[in-house]
């Protein structure tokens, strides 16, 4: 650390002091108005043409951003808690997702999550988005905390195992560069007109309000293009203006009320806005045994009644019920779109499967030999679908000819999955999965009561119940959650 507070670390040197419950990010992440400079970071991270189509083509931001959100925010925990030991696991994990994401955009240009350069402007626009979030609120940091925080971002690339210096080695010597890359660099790209003009319109319910439709979409109605409009207003003017972003009469206003409002909200009560509560809160689905559910049924009872009212003044379509109430089965065209399309571009290609593989090994904590086996046994399941299913031979599957096949996909790599699937979850290898590894799986999911010995499930019920929902199309009080709800 040099005399002025700025970090100049080397991958040798322990960062762990720049951690824990005393950093200035775990201050920040509490604060209401985090949410706002995330979004505002993601958009940043977005316009980056490496970054945008690594989005586009593997991410599952569009078709499930509730889980995406919740698996980001668990990710920064690890990364920024007290434990050394997580911190280097969790690193290891994500350097091995980012591995798995390469490729070309639409322009055929190449682009690799590995590309150093790439994964300091993602830490380069959280850093940024945390000074301007404190400008715009009229809080704005003093130079010896912007210099910490600036100091922890720059052991976040250290823990990763990139050199610090692909960062400014200083705060005065970041806002050129980051004025750089602004200037330079970013473009209009897909991924981020999707996030500013589509996600937040037609952002789906959480699970918590998933029995909710009318109140929830006369409210993201409102919602929903406010939050594009605060976020453009925020971003670098000249951005702005290079990538024809419009601006809105009363942005500004709009933009700074905003901040200043979320500020405000640092007065409540102690507990009442913690991030992992609330996320894990809005979490539940509607059949959850998770005691706090029990907290919020008088409100959504209350809810509903006001989407009645909303309904007899602006009717939607009839929405499906709860799983397996009504429909015991999906068509092959619902259950195209609600499972197998996990990236939601139209097509069922290896993202998606490798999506699933992600989301696995993540809510497990997976160590690289099991993470392996899962992502090998989803891969050769992708090559049995692809001689199965691909009729034209163009490397992927399509709505059409999904249907067309009238498919079972129980073959034998999908059973293969299904048993590795059973040898990760299963954490003591005792051959059953008890209560507790259920959960590690299903935490959202999982919907019934659990008690001693009628929690455990056998291999060949585990992979039953995993068969008859990958090739049967029934509806599942634990699958949905896990590969389904948004």
């Not at 980001?72 to 434990?83: A, C, E, I, K, Y």
């Amino acid at each position: 650390m040099t005399d002025n507070g700025s970090s100049t670390r080397t991958p040798e040197e322990p960062p762990g002091s720049l951690f824990g419950p005393d950093s200035q990010f775990h201050r920040f992440f509490n604060d209401p108005r985090w949410a706002l400079a995330m979004v505002r970071a993601t958009v940043l991270e977005a316009a980056h043409p490496q970054i945008g189509a690594a989005l586009i083509d593997n991410s599952t931001f569009v078709t499930h951003p509730w889980r995406r959100l919740r698996n980001t925010l668990v990710s920064l925990q690890r990364m920024f808690g007290t434990d050394d030991d997580v911190r280097r696991r969790e690193a290891a994990r994500l350097n091995r997702m980012h591995a798995r994401l390469s490729g070309t955009d639409e322009r055929s240009r190449p682009y690799d999550a590995m590309d150093p350069e790439v994964r300091a402007w993602v830490v380069a626009t959280l850093f940024e988005s945390s000074v301007t979030m404190c400008r715009l609120s009229g809080q704005p940091l003093e130079p010896a905390a912007m210099e910490q925080l600036y100091a922890e971002f720059r052991a976040f690339l250290v823990v990763l195992g990139d050199q610090a210096g692909h960062l400014p080695p200083t705060v005065q010597e970041f806002w050129p560069y980051y004025d750089r890359v602004v200037a330079q660099e970013l473009e209009n790209t897909e991924a981020l007109r999707i996030i500013l003009y589509r996600l937040f319109d037609h952002l789906p319910a959480p699970p918590l309000l998933g029995g909710l439709p009318t109140v929830w979409a006369a409210g993201r109605a409102l919602a929903g293009p406010a939050i594009g409009a605060i976020t453009v207003a925020s971003l670098p003017e000249p951005f702005r203006r290079r990538a024809g972003l419009p601006e809105i009469p009363g942005a500004q206003t709009l933009m700074q009320s905003a901040y200043m409002a979320a500020g405000l909200a640092r007065f409540l009560p102690e507990g009442w806005l913690q991030t992992d509560y609330l996320t894990n809160l809005m979490s539940l689905s509607a059949d959850s045994d998770d005691p706090r559910y029990a907290t919020v049924t008088a409100l959504r009872a209350r809810m509903k009644r006001a989407g009645a009212f909303v309904r007899l003044v602006a009717p939607l379509p009839a929405q499906r019920g709860p799983a397996g109430a009504a429909e015991p089965r999906r068509s092959a065209d619902q259950f195209f779109a609600e499972v197998l399309d996990q990236t939601g571009d139209g097509f069922l290609d290896w993202p998606d499967l490798a999506a699933m593989a992600r989301e696995l090994a993540s809510r497990l904590d997976l160590d690289e030999p099991a993470e392996t086996r899962l992502y090998t046994a989803y891969a050769d399941w992708w090559r049995e679908l692809q001689t199965a299913l691909d009729a034209d031979g163009d490397g992927r599957v399509s709505r059409e000819e999904y249907a067309a096949a009238v498919p079972s996909l129980a073959g034998p790599a999908l059973i293969r999955v299904a048993e590795v699937l059973f040898d990760v979850t299963d954490a003591d290898g005792d051959q059953f999965i008890d209560a507790g590894e259920y959960r590690a799986l299903f935490r959202t999911g999982f919907g019934r009561t659990v008690a001693g010995a009628e929690a455990r499930c056998s291999r060949s019920a585990f992979v039953k119940d995993f068969l008859s929902f990958m090739a049967g199309r029934r509806y599942s009080t634990a699958y949905d959650p896990l590969l389904t709800d948004a």
